[in-house]
């Protein structure tokens, strides 16, 4: 086989695009990986996912520091904030994890090049590298793994300075005084979160009449009381009419949705975090025919080939949750079903988490999906305050809740706000992958003292015997 042929071209290093490739090889395909940005890791490892986590992380502990320690019996005086070092601390966990990924990516044989790729033609890209030259692929499969970008706001045009995106909100050289979060979502309750423990006064503004869009009613209205008590303020049902930014701030101007009366809010920084959009641009998918949706999403089939041959898409730039893990599975499904194994991925099963302090996590239906869909439902719901864990460590805001069919008793959604969200919904969504019911995870031996038990205490709940409450 010439050095220049492969028989896969993934287009992204980002989760989905290195996974995908690193699948393919482990299965035998020679495979090579293209991405722009010169390190591996795409947006979530570089400016999205991995650094905010880093500063959430770093955050809770100043935010404790100030405010818990002297309940465990820990006292200081003058207790300080240095920002440069907790920046340096984010970039210095993203740059171990590129390497990481380097390094697996050299394990397993894939060739990586450093520049745009483009396709001029189905079965050959074009890669136009660092120093200006190009160089041209063969191969018998592509695959689109470029993600997503930030979505725009109409009159709110941002420079990374004042108007920022998650990419700038993760980079500010200050703590600004006042911070306008415009989206009330998983990235603007993140973000908002670290900015306002660092001692910036947030303010929320959420064009619907609620946050968390998406996720379970309750569970959203039982966050939003615990981040206003944590000092978010939320202004929800408002639209932003426009932006402007000086040398002094950002004035910013909304409407209500009910009336359109319109106020002004004043800041020193606003992030817009409206959600995401696929970025497909540069590609030459128009001039091939490749078919988009009207957001811009690339349908394909169920192994993720698009209505051109050899052409396949992951990740982001598909319908489905816009999140790393999705992408992840995309795009080992992809790399298997190129390989001739079965593929299978079900994007009702893909969980979602906000890792604000407490975490929220949901997977499978609300409460509201599922009644719209004429389902008769029984729900279990058990307090982190009952949960003896919860209690020692003083986590004890939040809820685990349970939709399940009340003829059936099959699990078909679980919902939390409190400790450890993100990982005690694994549980959940391994229950829903094999069609458990209630009774299933009641009947679960779960570890004493640990806040899982409490997904145990809401399972008992559905049939109304929780113990602990």
Not at 278 to 305: A, S, W
Not at 371 to 394: H, L, Q, Y
Request: hydrophobic share 40%; aromatic share 4%.
């Amino acid at each position: 086989m010439s050095d220049e042929r492969f028989d896969l071209v993934v287009i992204g290093g980002g989760p989905g695009g290195y996974v995908a490739a690193l699948r393919a090889a482990q299965l035998g395909l020679r495979t090579a990986c293209i991405d722009k940005r010169g390190a591996y890791g795409g947006t979530c490892l570089h400016v999205g996912c991995i650094p905010s986590k880093a500063l959430l992380h770093s955050s809770e502990h100043y935010a404790e520091a100030k405010h818990a320690f002297a309940d465990h019996g820990i006292g200081f005086e003058n207790l300080s904030l240095d920002l440069a070092r907790m920046m340096a601390r984010k970039q210095e966990k993203v740059d171990e994890l590129v390497k990481g990924i380097a390094f697996l990516l050299d394990k397993n044989k894939v060739e990586t090049i450093s520049g745009t790729g483009r396709i001029p033609a189905a079965g050959r890209v074009e890669v136009e590298l660092e120093d200006g030259s190009t160089r041209t692929l063969e191969t018998e499969r592509i695959l689109i793994a470029t993600g997503s970008e930030v979505a725009p706001l109409r009159g709110a045009p941002i420079d990374e300075k004042r108007i920022v995106s998650s990419t700038g909100a993760i980079s500010l050289e200050r703590v600004p005084e006042k911070m306008i979060v415009v989206g009330a979502g998983a990235i603007g309750l993140e973000l908002g979160s670290v900015w306002s423990r660092l001692g910036a006064e947030v303010t929320v503004v959420e064009y619907l009449d609620r946050i968390l869009p998406g996720m379970d009613a309750e569970i959203a209205k039982h966050t939003q009381r615990i981040l206003k008590k944590q000092g978010l303020e939320f202004q929800l049902g408002r639209e932003v009419k426009g932006a402007e930014s000086s040398d002094a701030g950002v004035r910013v101007t909304v409407a209500t949705r009910k009336d359109e009366k319109e106020s002004t809010l004043e800041a020193d920084v606003v992030l817009v975090a409206i959600g995401r959009r696929p970025y497909t641009d540069g590609l030459g998918l128009e001039e091939l025919g490749v078919e988009k949706n009207e957001r811009g999403f690339l349908p394909v089939n169920e192994r993720f080939e698009t209505n051109v041959s050899g052409i396949y898409a992951i990740g982001d730039c598909v319908p489905g949750p816009m999140l790393a893990h999705k992408a992840e599975e995309d795009g080992v499904a992809a790399a298997e079903g190129m390989a001739g194994q079965h593929v299978h991925v079900d994007h009702d099963r893909v969980p979602g988490v906000v890792y604000t302090w407490p975490e929220v996590a949901g997977v499978g239906a609300t409460e509201e999906e599922a009644r719209e869909r004429g389902v008769d439902v029984a729900i279990g719901k058990f307090p982190f305050s009952a949960n003896a864990r919860a209690k020692v460590t003083g986590d004890t805001q939040g809820l685990v809740k349970i939709v399940a069919d009340a003829a059936t008793d099959r699990v078909l959604g679980v919902h939390i706000v409190g400790p450890l969200a993100g990982d005690l919904i694994a549980e959940a969504v391994l229950a829903l992958e094999f069609g458990a019911s209630s009774e299933d995870i009641a009947r679960t031996c779960h570890a004493h003292p640990a806040v899982g038990e409490a997904v145990k205490e809401a399972a008992l709940a559905v049939d109304g015997r929780a113990l602990h409450a």
